[in-house]
């Protein structure tokens, strides 16, 4: 097992929320995590990412509806989502610490989320 452990996904109706959740074994300070999400169609995509010191990123399709947080103490990082649609369906995959070309080096194991009525 990694670094990274996931928690919180699940089966939703359209319009629902959900709350992502993902731990670190490893420090967090000064490491951007984030979260992406893949799905048969795609590659694996970014949903948002936050930085140490708060700054955060989102993809077009998750502004408005999608909030991310981090606890730097506790070494989490969560993904609040609402107003959930069917193409947010996926496997969410937490991500830790960004190389210097925009990838990330710690992915964790993946939380299945579906969307459907």
């Known amino acids: 097992q990694g670094p990274l452990v996931e928690s919180g996904g699940g089966s939703v109706q359209p319009g629902g929320s959900l709350r992502l959740s993902c731990v670190s074994s490893?420090?967090?300070?000064?490491?951007?995590m984030g979260w992406f999400r893949q799905t048969p169609e795609k590659q694996r995509e970014l949903v948002a990412t936050?930085?140490?010191?708060?700054?955060?990123t989102y993809a077009d399709t998750a502004k408005g509806r999608f909030t991310i947080s981090r606890d730097n103490g506790k070494k989490t990082v969560e993904l609040q989502m609402t107003n959930l649609k069917p193409e947010d369906a996926g496997i969410y995959f937490c991500?830790?610490?960004?190389?210097?070309?925009?990838?990330?080096?710690?992915w964790g194991q993946g939380t299945q989320v579906v969307v459907a009525s």
């Open positions: 490893i420090d967090v300070i000064g490491r951007t």
């Open positions: 991500v830790h610490t960004k190389n210097a070309d925009d990838s990330f080096r710690y």
């Open positions: 936050m930085s140490s010191v708060g700054q955060t």
